[in-house]
């Protein structure tokens, strides 16, 4: 709001306490005002270019100005410093994002590309959509232009995907009427761990004046490891839960251990970045212009990135410690084509955007803890009086039974191709009655081969897709010896859209209405094939009479192509907003908002064991459907003291239907994990903004969310005949909260700016916490107890605990150049941001332990 400048002036100086100093005890010039007034951030969150002070959309924008400021350059780095926004990750790239909450978690990265549901906040690089199940694309924030974080359904203008918000990854465009370019280097230590270094560089380059121009960003970051492999060793134990339970539940004699020597090492973990990202811009005239976009990016992430926290015996281990059998790695990669092509036609401005992403993973994992699992030791152990083989005679019987090396690993090799195509018009924005509408249409295909290696009983015929009928196959190949169970799927979906919005000015510039819809269809599938060894030891216990060898069509195939699992889905997702600019710097907003996201398929259904209580009277769906989420929030965006203080913030109530929820429980609903609906969920909430210029050169920025989610239903499992199933609730009871959705998330942080003869210098410290939250909605899944054989362990939804961490840094800088030395999580904090027993083990991904860097920036 505009004031009197004195007056102003006079409560900054109050404000800001012992820096005095600093505070300005007269009016300063025009210029100098100027330079303190808080920095206008311009965004594209409603696909037209405004001021985000005048968008009734709760945003959190990171300028390149702030990710340098930060030191962030990964997701990793920057969601510590987005309240309400989480990272349930196993490692980067390899988790879900979740807003304002709004979080369940998923088992797993191994399958879900193939399986899993489709992610609720939507990941865009530039115009392309680029969400992949259970993988958030970690892209490198080199040369950006910000990244916009818009909270609350988006299915309006970003569709199915924006459920419950949109990360948008903004990059620089080429120049025209410039020539410049930069450079940046740096070198880290990393606490308990190994050093990092990073290099990247830009060069802008104008080839005809004021026609054609291209730009080209190129990095370089290889960060160290932190996490160790300790010495251990494997040993069955009798509180294993095997099906077969060592036939009396006692491990048979000679079973073998197995150790990790040859694997035991520090700083297992190093992670690499390399890419580059090219564009063309190229103008025909003022009114029409194109831009064509290449992008590459590598990332190399060894090891694992989460510390086990006890071992089968529950005894804590060691900070920054796992115990691995098997080499883990996580190689993914993705290439981005994009055209942009900006007109106008009279006075509607047209946008046409085009790209087509690549993104390939290829993934490997110990697994050696499922021999603790349900089924593990049909796969590893021969029964008494086994192995059953074809021709064997009475030398090869064992009495007591045998098992052969507990050793396993998964791998998933990932295939995602998103092609997508969309049209806007829009008008003037200055038209009282203006409006942008669009066609979209997207090509969205995953092919996926997880193939899981635990089968190491040499009895059994390697396993194949299915022969009858045909199925389509990523690989047809037959399987080699050890692959006990794999998924060949491919998984995608066609999008066709219209959407449109439209603004009424009831008061010009100051009372406005807005009212959109998209109508969408969207057409999924899914086929291919889900092949377990079950029945493949020829003459075995659960065999056939006859096997065939290689083994297929036996009893636990599943034939996608032969379930025609093809769903068409349509309808509207709509957004109504009323925005009242009370002053020219401040804005009330109420918006009622409806965001959605795909169903899916299951791959198939998973025999239930007899003892199950289930057993005859469930059966794993085949399918599952759409969720929807409503959202009424009420906001405000304000400027006080000349534009030296803002103050945004909104609370809302978000009502999400039929969610999507994963179920892994082998002794009880099968050896297969699937997705149901059922459980609603609400979430009501408080998020704020601050940011004061308190003096010339002192910036106070502070955030803050405040969240209550609970279980709204007391939804059950369904027999088959409709009938409830009267297991213990797999959500939990009603009132249970979401997952990953802490109470309170805040950070505080100030930025001294100051002057030393001619050199420019800085100080910055900054700290954030997070209350506790719980890591799974799942109330059903339990560990194996080692202590009492038979009876269920822990519950694996988690309580991690709260954290807090703080960050500093300085630097100094002249003309062209400049230097810094900084620290992040200062007091070495061992903050978890995600807890699993995906792996049966219990293992908590924790953030990077204190860094402290050095880093040169050059730009000409």
Request: include cysteine; aromatic fraction near 12%.
């Amino acid at each position: 709001m505009n004031g009197n400048p004195k007056l102003s002036y006079a409560i900054a100086a109050i404000l800001s306490g012992s820096a005095a100093g600093f505070a300005y005890a007269t009016p300063a010039s025009d210029a100098e005002a100027a330079s303190d007034q808080i920095q206008e951030i311009t965004v594209t969150a409603q696909r037209r270019t405004e001021n985000n002070q005048n968008v009734p959309i709760q945003i959190q924008a990171l300028t390149a100005e702030t990710l340098v400021q930060l030191n962030v350059s990964t997701f990793e780095d920057f969601v510590r410093y987005l309240p309400n926004v989480q990272d349930a990750s196993q490692g980067p790239g390899q988790g879900n994002i979740y807003m304002r909450g709004l979080g369940t978690t998923s088992d797993g990265t191994q399958g879900a590309g193939g399986v899993g549901q489709f992610p609720n906040v939507a990941v865009y690089l530039d115009d392309q959509s680029a969400q992949l199940p259970g993988r958030n694309l970690d892209i490198y924030a080199a040369d950006l232009e910000r990244i916009e974080v818009l909270e609350g359904p988006q299915g309006t203008l970003f569709g199915a995907g924006a459920q419950a918000g949109v990360l948008r990854y903004i990059t620089n465009k080429p120049k025209l009427d410039v020539t410049e370019g930069n450079v940046n280097a740096g070198y880290e230590t990393t606490a308990h761990g190994t050093p990092s270094a990073y290099l990247d560089a830009t060069l802008n380059l104008p080839l005809i004046a004021d026609t054609l121009a291209v730009r080209a960003v190129i990095y370089s970051d290889s960060r160290g490891g932190y996490i160790n492999n300790i010495p251990a060793t494997f040993t069955r134990s009798d509180a294993d839960r095997g099906i077969i339970a060592y036939e009396g539940g006692v491990v048979p004699p000679g079973s073998p251990s197995i150790n990790n020597a040859a694997l035991v090492g520090d700083a297992i973990n190093p992670l690499t970045y390399k890419g580059f990202r090219f564009s063309g811009l190229l103008k025909f005239n003022d009114d029409w212009n194109a831009l064509l976009t290449q992008s590459y990016q590598s990332m190399d992430a060894e090891g694992v990135f989460a510390e086990q926290l006890v071992d089968f015996n529950l005894q804590p281990l060691p900070d920054l410690s796992t115990e691995q059998y098997n080499p883990s790695y996580d190689k993914d990669r993705f290439e981005n084509t994009a055209l942009t092509i900006n007109g106008r036609i009279d006075e509607l401005k047209l946008v046409y955007t085009g790209g087509y992403l690549v993104r390939n993973v290829d993934q490997l994992t110990d697994y050696t803890n499922y021999a603790r699992g349900k089924y593990a030791d049909y796969y590893q152990c021969i029964s008494p009086g086994g192995p059953f083989t074809p021709g064997y005679v009475p030398t090869n019987v064992y009495p007591q039974g045998k098992c052969y090396s507990p050793s396993a690993t998964w791998r998933d090799h990932e295939n995602n191709t998103h092609d997508s195509q969309e049209v806007r018009l829009s008008t003037p924005d200055d038209w009282r009655v203006r409006g942008i509408g669009g066609l979209f249409w997207e090509d969205y295909t995953i092919h996926e081969q997880t193939d899981w290696f635990y089968e190491t009983n040499p009895n059994f015929y390697p396993i194949a897709p299915p022969t009858t009928p045909p199925v389509t196959s990523n690989n047809p190949n037959v399987r080699p010896a050890g692959d006990s169970f794999f998924d060949d799927i491919t998984r995608g979906y066609k999008q066709k859209a219209v959407f449109g919005s439209f603004d009424v000015d009831f008061i010009p510039k100051t009372l406005t209405f807005t009212a959109g819809t998209r109508y969408y269809s969207i057409d999924t599938f899914e086929v291919g094939s889900a092949v377990g060894s079950f029945g493949c030891q020829p003459g075995g216990l659960y065999a056939a009479a006859t096997v065939p060898n290689p083994c297929v069509n036996v009893s636990n195939i599943t034939n996608l192509n032969a379930d025609n699992l093809n769903k068409t889905y349509t309808g509207f997702k709509s957004r109504l907003n009323l925005s009242w600019h009370v002053t020219e710097d401040a804005l009330l907003y109420y918006t009622w908002s409806q965001g959605f996201r795909p169903g899916g398929f299951n791959r198939g259904t998973a025999e239930i064991s007899p003892s199950s209580p289930l057993y005859g009277i469930f059966k794993q769906p085949i399918s599952f459907s759409p969720d929807t989420l409503i959202n009424n929030e009420l906001g405000w965006k304000t400027e006080w003291f000349d534009h030296r203080f803002l103050f945004n913030g909104a609370v809302y109530q978000e009502d999400w239907k039929n969610a999507q929820i994963s179920i892994f429980d082998p002794g009880v609903t099968g050896n297969l994990t699937f997705t149901t609906n059922g459980p609603d969920y609400r979430v009501r909430g408080l998020e704020i903004e601050t940011v004061a210029r308190i003096t010339h050169g002192l910036t106070l920025t502070a955030a803050a969310s405040w969240n209550t989610s609970e279980l709204t239903n007391a939804p059950s499992l369904v027999g088959l005949n409709g009938q409830p199933i009267t297991i213990a609730n797999p959500y939990g009871a009603q009132g249970t909260p979401l997952a990953e959705s802490p109470p309170f998330q805040g950070n505080l942080r100030a930025r001294y700016e100051f002057t030393v003869n001619d050199y420019k210098a800085f100080w910055q410290i900054g700290g954030k916490h997070q209350a506790h939250s719980y890591a799974t909605t799942d109330r059903l899944t339990t560990e194996v107890n080692p202590v009492t054989p038979g009876a269920p362990g822990a519950s694996i939804a988690y309580d991690m605990p709260g954290y807090s961490t703080y960050d500093g840094s300085l630097g100094i800088g002249k003309d062209a150049w400049s230097a810094e030395l900084y620290g992040q999580n200062l007091t070495d904090a061992r903050a978890i941001t995600y807890e699993s027993y995906s792996e049966f083990v219990r293992n908590a991904t924790i953030i990077r332990p204190r860094t402290l860097g050095l880093k040169f920036h050059y730009k000409f």
